[in-house]
């Protein structure tokens, strides 16, 4: 327990919590001492609850930041600087650091101790704390919960990845959203895709594509009543009495689970069915490390993906029960289904394309540039949706081959997701991401030669046919085609003439 600690709640205090921030509006303060005993006449008030308010009144927020790290030497002392350089810095800091076997520590560990920083006369004071944990079978999970322990007595929890730096304002944005409703059970932050220091043609191709994936999916839940289907580890701000009441309702001995892939969406799941919201910020913004090469993004994806999956489908590992119609999950079951639907058109595309060209068949029709047009449009109004950002962005949209490519790319870590969970295999995602990023594995490749045995398998079949089968496939596979292109098409428009409400990702 630190000094700045207020001390463990009970599970029943109520308290009114301020900002640190000077653009605070107006606070609805709680009725006084003769209305709340004319209140406990009319609806019945535990006697503690009422001392509490009599007694204790109005205080500032109390945040602690906790960063599990795991190899992050070339990118800690930036994460930790951008906190320290924040407009509210949290009241502590701790450093958690778990199974690493390069520089972190020591970097770290040149932070640790007290600083202070006078912001427009307002004095902030934080304590960084650097604790390695050395092996850890949880790996960031364990970090994770060790961080909680830690922070026990804090009224929010700021969880920040070792390679996520924040811009200037963000903790104060965060702390803002959550003091204004204290509805909220968690806050993230608008996730982008650091695109500093970035060197090669393949990773510049790979981090745009990624800032285009982030910005899509951002919009999306911004524009779902900023409702966010996954508190993500990279920046989110938790409310203390959430995760207790995470705790206490599926007897859980810390917030985070050890048994799911995607320990961050189980949880928002969990603090959605608790009784409290699960949001994304309207404007605080994080930049996220991106994954520079196509052996890492894999790994990365996957994991998402089949943590994802992993969600939907009952007694899958631990208490997972499954939650298919879950309000947090409908987000993920529509990029299912129209990743399904990207994979079928352009499969079957390619497959009618190369039988109609070998008999002489096909005639080029100028309605099949619709669809591509559509896309690259709506690619390109995300571009300029985008609040920092650059030629290569709108390049990767206007271009459209970019984004069809990075598309192959995604589809291929869907295909090999969907594959490990129907193969029902125990493959650990955690430790496959760790040796991709560290060069190692060779299953990023897969996919495509998946891909090359079905084009070959199915050029090998269609010789096989006579003239007479193979015309009637053509006249029964192109309206297929047409049709789920169709469908297609006019969900692409229905998201492209959709407003944007003013919001920037």
């Known amino acids: 327990m630190t000094d700045l600690s207020p001390g463990l709640r009970r599970a029943t205090d109520r308290q009114i919590l301020l900002p640190r921030s000077s653009k605070a509006g107006p606070l609805a303060l709680p009725p006084a001492v003769p209305q709340l005993h004319e209140l406990e006449s009319i609806e019945t008030v535990a006697g503690e609850i009422a001392a509490a308010a009599t007694v204790t009144g109005p205080r500032h927020a109390t945040i602690s930041c906790i960063i599990p790290c795991y190899n992050e030497q070339d990118t ?24 690493t076997d390069d520089d972190t520590p020591e970097i770290a560990r040149t932070f640790a101790g007290k600083h202070t920083r006078t912001i427009k006369g307002d004095v902030f004071e934080t304590v960084v704390h650097v604790h390695d944990m050395g092996v850890n079978p949880d790996k960031k999970v364990g970090a994770l919960n060790y961080g909680y322990f830690l922070s026990r007595g804090f009224d929010y929890v700021l969880g ?21 409703d204290p509805r909220i059970g968690g806050l993230s932050a608008i996730y982008s895709i650091d695109k500093g ?25 911004l524009l779902r009543g900023r409702n966010m289907a996954v508190l993500g580890g990279q920046c989110s701000l938790f409310n ?39 949001k994304i910020s309207a404007s605080a913004r994080a930049f996220v490390g991106p994954m520079t090469n196509l052996r890492a993004l894999h790994g990365q994806q996957v994991k998402w993906n089949f943590g994802a999956i992993d969600l939907f489908w009952p007694g899958q590992r631990g208490d997972n029960k499954g939650q298919p119609m879950h309000p947090n999950l409908r987000l993920r079951w529509y990029e299912n289904i129209s990743m399904a639907f990207n994979i079928a058109s ?90 991709a990023e560290k060069g190692k594995g060779s299953a990023y490749v897969m996919p495509l030669i998946v891909l090359i045995a079905i084009l070959g398998g199915g050029i090998f079949a269609w010789t096989q046919q006579s003239v007479s089968v193979q015309s009637a496939i053509l006249s029964l596979g192109w309206p297929i085609l047409y049709i789920a292109t169709i469908a297609q098409t006019v969900f692409m428009l229905r998201k492209l003439v959709r407003r944007h409400r003013g919001f920037l990702v």
Do not use: C
């Not at 304002?169 to 959550?178: A, G, I, P």
């Not at 928002?268 to 919201?277: E, F, N, R, T």
């Not at 100028?366 to 949706?385: D, E, H």
């Open 160 to 180: 920040v990845d070792g390679d996520t730096t924040l811009a200037r304002d963000t903790v104060e944005r965060l702390e803002l959203e959550m003091t204004d």
């Open 346 to 435: 352009r499969l079957g595309f390619l497959l009618l394309l190369m039988a109609a060209i070998s008999i002489h068949a096909f005639v080029f029709n100028p309605i099949w540039l619709i669809p591509p047009a559509v896309a690259m449009l709506l690619n390109f109004r995300l571009a300029l949706s985008m609040k920092d950002k650059s030629a290569s962005d709108l390049l990767y949209a206007v271009l459209a081959l970019p984004a069809e490519l990075y598309m192959f790319i995604r589809m291929g870590h869907f295909v090999s997701a969907w594959a490990q969970f129907l193969a029902k295999s125990d493959q650990d995602n955690w430790a496959a991401q760790a040796n």
């Open 240 to 278: 203390m009495r959430a995760l207790e009441t995470v705790m206490i309702r599926h007897h859980q001995q810390a917030p985070w689970v050890r048994d799911s892939e995607v320990e961050d969406s189980k949880l928002s799941l969990q603090i959605k069915d608790a009784g409290y919201s699960t």
């Open 76 to 99: 800690i002392a930036d994460v930790i600087k951008s906190i320290l350089a924040q407009t509210r810095m949290p009241d502590v800091i701790h450093v958690i650091i778990n199974n």
């Open 197 to 221: 220091r970035i060197k090669g043609a393949m990773a510049r191709f790979l981090v745009a594509g990624q800032r285009a994936q982030f910005a899509a999916f951002n919009m999306d839940n």
